[in-house]
């Protein structure tokens, strides 16, 4: 009764609340997740950003704030483009202050804004062939360039949801349940994913968020200080924010709720970029050109993993006497290359991915190198080259095994499980952590669950607790309590660590061993002030927070640390848990046996 009148309250004054201005919008570049802001160089200049919309968007103001290189000339300069359309064209003089231009009503219709910047960069205007591929020619659009848009009408808990911006804060319970730690943890994820990392707990009329397990739907609230409020109940309602809030812009209050959809078996041994949400790149190549190949391994099936790629595209014709390299590299390391002259042409060309680069989670790029081009004009014609989104990334039936934290992910399609035997309380301050922890490894904020460690997972996880129990089989540290020892095979070393109770441990283990095993994370929480900075950790496998700055991380022996929990007896049991009550018995026993045995010779003489 009392959620029911709490929410029906809110449907009867929403109206009159809803034209506040919201806690924290995302306006700025900062607030997108771009701290420092665009820099335009190399032959192309340009970069677009997306700012989110709410409901009844009627136009929009930008305030453009921008800096241009000393070396470039006077008549170079920055076009702004809404949807595409050109805006403006404005000088680089004119980046002495903040330049503000209207953006019509007609570009602000959609959920999005699209604002693409585009730099005309040029050092002598004489040289009209000047290459823009220089570190002397650039542009640098200011992480405080911002959009405000014009509202007519109510903002529902959608578009609430998607104007959110940093700096951003999760009001809590006084004393969360477990549920409350799991609506948390999915909100975070996904505002981890947009570029915001909420703080949580603090004032609730402070707050951006409220989580309220009294709430029985979604609903925007008011604060004390005028703004609009998320309330969200439980992680049901959360996931609904996450996967639907298109749908719920204009919607005050909403019982809407979300579930994960259950995946179909896996059955490919190829999967293509296009299904993989990797769009057909197009580079422009004059000297050399890198494309980065971001393969989203998160969405690769679970019981899959990959190990090499098929490659389509084709590029323009080199001139006569040139020469084009195209190389396959994997953290910097050259795992295929070909030279051509006339044009690129990649026919279903098929690339092996090595075990070692994929395990460590090196990153994967297409470069292009132009030899004996001609050098008569100081800037050299670009030429096009196009890699088709049916390329594909090959699959191979088992699951991944990495060895560093930057190789972690978890699988598309299933849940993501979050283990813990920890109490809530202990739980509120690991939030942060594991909401980067699951944003880098591309969880879908839907997907994430959280559940008890009474049985082995069978996807990738990541476990909260001080003990491994029935779910890790493999870990660097198996005892991340007390006194750890860490060997550091790198540094022909091996450290002992008497303080670790003073840390926070993060390590990267696996359940299960051989092929059924599946990778996760093991988070061993110390002390709250451990987890202060929720930075992710470095390159190794171990990892230790004490909330100073950054994690310690060490490469450490993962597969010589192998350790398997083995079922035990009744015996077994009996003995460990009643070791000193058996004993007891025992001496009873056996001091009978011998009253017994003296009271017999006694009756015999």
Not at 245 to 272: C, E, K, Q, Y
Not at 284 to 306: C, K, N, Q, W, Y
Not at 485 to 500: H, K
Request: net charge negative; charged share 10%; aromatic share 6%.
């Amino acid at each position: 009764m009392i959620g029911r009148y709490w929410v029906g309250c809110i449907a009867i004054v929403a109206g009159l609340w809803l034209g506040a201005p919201s806690a924290a919008q995302a306006g700025s570049l900062v607030d997108l997740g771009y701290p420092d802001g665009l820099t335009l160089n190399g032959p192309n200049a340009a970069k677009t950003v997306y700012f989110p919309l709410g409901a009844n968007a009627n136009g929009a103001t930008l305030t453009l704030r921008f800096v241009a290189s000393g070396a470039l000339s006077p008549h170079s300069s920055l076009t702004v483009l809404a949807n595409g359309v050109p805006l403006t064209t404005v000088l680089d003089s004119a980046a002495a202050g903040p330049v503000t231009l209207t953006i019509p009503p007609r570009f602000t219709k959609g959920q999005f804004l699209q604002l693409g910047f585009v730099a005309d960069q040029s050092v002598d205007d004489q040289d009209v062939c000047y290459d823009n591929n220089n570190p002397a020619v650039w542009t640098e659009i200011d992480p405080a360039t911002q959009v405000q848009p014009n509202y007519d009408g109510a903002q529902g808990v959608g578009a609430v949801w998607q104007s959110l911006g940093a700096p951003l804060t999760i009001a809590m319970p006084a004393k969360p349940m477990a549920g409350d730690i799991e609506t948390a943890l999915v909100l975070s994820t996904a505002l981890v994913e947009r570029g915001i990392a909420p703080f949580l707990g603090g004032a609730a009329d402070n707050a951006s968020i409220v989580i309220n397990p009294a709430a029985s739907s979604l609903s925007v609230i008011k604060s004390a200080q005028g703004a609009m409020q998320l309330q969200v109940p439980n992680a049901q309602a959360a996931r609904a924010l996450v996967a639907m809030a298109p749908a719920l812009r204009v919607l005050p209050v909403s019982a809407a709720t979300a579930a994960l959809a259950p995946a179909p078996a896996p059955g490919d041994t190829a999967v293509s970029f296009g299904r993989l949400g990797l769009e057909p790149g197009v580079m422009s190549v004059t000297r050399e050109a890198d494309m980065a190949l971001p393969l989203p391994f998160a969405a690769i099936p679970a019981g899959r993993h990959a190990h090499g790629l098929v490659l389509y595209g084709h590029g323009d014709a080199v001139p006569p006497g040139e020469t084009e390299v195209v190389s396959v590299e994997v953290g910097g390391n050259v795992v295929w290359s070909e030279a051509f002259q006339g044009a690129i042409s990649l026919d279903g060309q098929h690339v092996e991915l090595p075990e070692k680069f994929i395990e460590s989670g090196a990153p994967v790029n297409l470069h292009i190198v132009r030899i004996n081009e001609d050098q008569r004009c100081g800037k050299f014609a670009p030429l096009k080259f196009s890699l088709q989104d049916n390329s594909a990334l090959l699959l191979s039936p088992e699951n991944a095994a990495p060895r560093r934290f930057a190789a972690f992910n978890v699988l598309a399609g299933g849940t993501v499980p979050v283990l813990t035997d920890l109490p809530p309380a202990s739980l509120l301050p690991a939030v942060p952590l594991l909401a980067e922890l699951l944003g880098a490894a591309h969880a879908n904020p839907v997907a994430i669950t959280m559940g008890g460690t009474g049985n082995a997972p069978q996807v990738p996880f990541i476990l909260v607790s001080h003990q491994a129990g029935a779910v890790v089989s493999v870990a660097p540290l198996p005892q991340p309590t007390g006194s750890i020892t860490l060997p550091l095979p790198n540094q022909d070393a091996t450290g002992v660590l008497p303080e670790v109770g003073q840390f926070s441990v993060l390590q990267l283990v696996s359940s299960g061993v051989g092929a059924s095993a599946v990778p996760g994370l093991w988070l061993s929480p110390g002390p709250a002030a451990s987890l202060a900075q929720a930075a992710l950790p470095g390159d190794g496998n171990v990892a230790l927070y004490d909330g100073s700055s950054g994690p310690a991380t060490f490469v450490t022996l993962l597969h010589d640390a192998v350790f398997t929990t083995q079922p035990t007896s009744l015996t077994d049991t009996l003995l460990r848990h009643w070791n000193a009550e058996l004993l007891a018995v025992a001496w009873l026993l056996l001091t009978v046996l011998v009253v017994i045995i003296f009271v017999r010779r006694r009756s015999v003489k």
